[in-house]
């Protein structure tokens, strides 16, 4: 019987062992998209406990803020919502996480958790109930003394070169300005631009949102074009700041083409209060994501499409929670036409921008990794890229399916590789899963004969897909 996650875990042939200890372990990362707080960066925040790091819960401005997989594990055991984001006791939802965790092999939540205890606290325990007061004492002792476990020492301690957070267009990005005046940080810290509320013209809010970001920029918005107007002054902004992607969070990508009167009358129903045919919306969407397309290849800024996510399904728990609080799930969409031809479009005129292209949905793989080879071009090795396995696919079985697929389709050596899309500063043990996976991966192929074992080749591929890829791709 192999010891539970010893040093090489996930490791099964000696060439992916010297490919991950020798060169993929010990490289910097490049954390390009995730939710973390820019805001508790700066102040270099130090939790109490595990139960703020690992569950959150209630924030002061009513919303709810913590790790999503998490609270699924909870609420798949049954745990009443106080354990999950409410009041009980830090300790006692701790336990009653640990409780439910017991119950969760071959979920990927066992080895981020205990990753997350060796990688930062030194804990080297299996996490179970007969020693979760160990561990909580263990761990809290750590956070309140250990200089290395505040926000700042947690993200030197796991060695992140750059931080692309998810901000709003209308946002004043105060903490980034602070941020970026500060010498001492060792970690870069960017925004990303996430202009999902502009978009989605046929949402709930809409008419309030374009009233918040007209004052983003001093301009009353009146007009779809002034919609694209305001949010290229704003991405600017952001660029000042050293903005190297954007996002897109999107149930399904549209492209529907149309009159500049059919955007403007999606425009003015929904500032007016009612509701948009789905036509007319996507005509309005279309018209956006064409002109932020051209303004992202002006600019630089790499553009993240995410899509087939079926977004607060539980309509209970969105009316008692709000949005964004883990009632989400995988849709099927029928979109790979519509993302090339929104590519396709861009590319006739001033140029398709880099870009990430994610489904929620795996079977989108074989997809996505066809679909990336139509728009490739010599500006950048990857310019179109299959991202990494997203949000419920960043399990050992999804990754490895999406690096083969990505391998088989295309060219794994020019991937971009890992990130956390996270809200908890410890996920940053993802990486080290994921570099694993990837090692493995490619020592299993090597082993069996299936591809040469040249140190040269194998180093290069490990080391770009780990860090460097990433670095060239972002120009950081």
């Not at 703020?52 to 002061?60: A, D, I, K, N």
């Not at 087939?308 to 969409?333: E, K």
């Not at 929620?360 to 080879?373: E, F």
Request: glycine residues 10%.
């Amino acid at each position: 019987m192999k010891p539970f996650m010893d040093r090489d875990f996930l490791l099964e042939t000696e060439t992916a062992r010297h490919l991950f200890h020798d060169y993929a372990e010990g490289l910097p990362l490049v954390d390009y998209h995730c939710h973390i707080s820019p805001r508790e960066i700066w102040e270099d925040r130090r939790f109490q406990n595990l139960t703020e790091l690992w569950l959150g819960g209630r924030q002061p401005d009513g919303s709810y803020f913590g790790d999503h997989y998490k609270w699924r594990i909870l609420r798949s055991d049954g745990a009443g919502e106080e354990y999950v984001t409410g009041d009980k006791p830090p300790y006692e939802r701790f336990l009653r996480f640990v409780q439910a965790l017991e119950k969760a092999p071959g979920n990927p939540m066992v080895h981020w958790c205990n990753l997350e205890l060796r990688q930062f606290f030194g804990y080297d325990k299996p996490l179970t109930g007969e020693n979760a007061a160990e561990a909580w004492d263990w761990c809290g002792a750590k956070l309140r003394d250990d200089p290395s476990l505040s926000v700042r020492g947690i993200l030197r301690k796991a060695k992140v070169a750059f931080i692309g957070t998810t901000d709003d267009p209308a946002d004043s990005l105060e903490w980034h300005r602070l941020l970026r005046g500060d010498g001492s940080l060792e970690t870069r810290v960017c925004p990303s631009f996430r202009p999902d509320k502009a978009i989605n013209v046929h949402k709930a809010g809409f008419a309030a949102y374009i009233e918040k970001l007209g004052e983003s920029a001093g301009k009353k918005i009146g007009s779809a074009e002034e919609v694209c107007e305001v949010l290229s002054r704003r991405l600017e902004y952001f660029c000042s700041l050293g903005c190297r992607a954007s996002d897109h969070g999107l149930d399904a990508i549209p492209f529907r083409p149309g009159a500049e009167a059919q955007a403007e009358e999606a425009f003015q129903l929904a500032m007016a209060g009612r509701e948009v045919p789905p036509a007319l919306a996507e005509n309005y969407q279309t018209k956006l994501l064409l002109h932020l397309g051209r303004e992202y290849r002006r600019l630089g800024v790499v553009m993240q499409l995410h899509y087939s996510c079926l977004r607060n399904v539980s309509a209970s728990m969105y009316r008692r929670l709000g949005p964004d609080t883990g009632f989400d799930m995988i849709a099927r969409t029928d979109c790979g036409g519509a993302v090339a031809a929104l590519l396709s479009a861009l590319e006739e005129r001033e140029g398709c921008p880099r870009t990430i292209l994610y489904s929620l949905d795996p079977g989108d793989n074989a997809l996505l990794g066809s679909l990336i080879g139509c728009f490739q071009s010599e500006e950048v090795p990857g310019k179109i890229q299959h991202g990494s396995a997203w949000w419920f696919n960043d399990t050992r079985s999804g990754m490895e399916a999406q690096l083969r697929s990505l391998a088989e389709l295309g060219l794994l050596g020019n991937f971009v590789g890992m990130l956390t899309d996270s809200r908890s500063f410890l996920s940053y043990a993802r990486h080290d899963y994921f570099r694993r996976i990837l090692c493995n991966l490619l020592g299993n192929w090597v082993e069996n004969g299936e591809f040469p074992p040249n140190e040269r080749i194998l180093k290069g591929i490990v080391e770009g897909v780990c860090y460097t890829n990433a670095c060239r791709y972002f120009a950081l």
